[in-house]
């Protein structure tokens, strides 16, 4: 069983940045996509940034530009970099890794990390 921890979130003013982690853990093969989806209250969870094996990554047109995903294979981490953050960014964000680990191929989501835009 593949299980995700996000961490990092918090609370930052209008304009500042921040770097949320996902951290993977379990008998992993290989991982295929990794992604950060956020919700806000009331609103459907969305997809923010995503990376797949041909590391080409793609974002969503309201951050491109001021967010970056990354990963290190080696730690099994995803990270998203966000810059210029605006109180509209304000959700939790969760991380998603699809892979193929001991147990046979997997769909996995963290717990979700709270981000706060606000002054």
């Known amino acids: 069983q593949v299980h995700l921890v996000e961490s990092g979130g918090g609370l930052v003013q209008p304009g500042g940045s921040l770097k949320i982690s996902c951290v993977a853990s379990g008998n992993i093969f290989s991982i295929w996509e990794v992604g950060w989806y956020r919700q806000a209250p009331g609103k459907q969870r969305e997809l923010v940034a995503l990376?797949?094996?041909?590391?080409?990554?793609e974002y969503a047109s309201s951050v491109k530009g001021r967010f970056t995903i990354s990963r290190d294979s080696a730690k099994n981490t995803v990270y998203l970099q966000m810059n210029v953050l605006k109180p509209e960014d304000t959700a939790v964000y969760y991380c998603n890794v699809d892979g193929r680990g001991s147990d046979g191929d997997f769909s996995s989501w963290g717990q979700g990390t709270q981000v706060t835009v606000s002054s």
């Open positions: 990376i797949t094996t041909a590391d080409s990554p």
